[in-house]
């Protein structure tokens, strides 16, 4: 009994985060500069690549790099826009990070996390796994302090013109914990 709920304190300390794939582990190209960014930070925000979706790692990890290529070579920016790209399939692919401002929505760079989903979510929801990596990756990133616990959710499209994270996900969004539009 005293050890299950030394397991469970330990969890809720630093122990509860999803599978990360780093940038070597996923084959993704190294930043070109870098800004630093104090964390934690106050707000999360939700993205969709508007892409192709994908439901294996394998396809999942070429879309990551797609974007990514896409940010750099077609943007000119320094590396992939999110904080982190997250499949079909669960999987979560570094991008820029915790620690590190992103290239995502306009104001809130410098303060919040970018997680995207890969695929095109106007008409149709990601998969449960994917939704389930990025509540998990909120998480994490709470209990880790890079994230306030006291943290904002949001859609893009609440801090910029945009249509995304499409339609559908964004009603879904909408109901995930700490959302204000
Ligand atoms: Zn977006």
Redesign the pocket.
Known sequence: MLRFFTLLALCSIAQCCPTILTKSQWGGRSPTCRTAMSVPVPYVII??TEGTACSSKSTCTTQAKNVQSYHMNSNGWCDVGYSFLIGGDGSIFEGRGWTSVGA??PNYNSKSIGI?LIGSFTKSNPTTAAQNAAKSLISCGVSKGYIKSTYILKG?RNVTA?D??GNTFYNTVKTWPRFQA
């Open positions: 993205h969709h995502h929505a995207s893009h945009t995304c994270p």
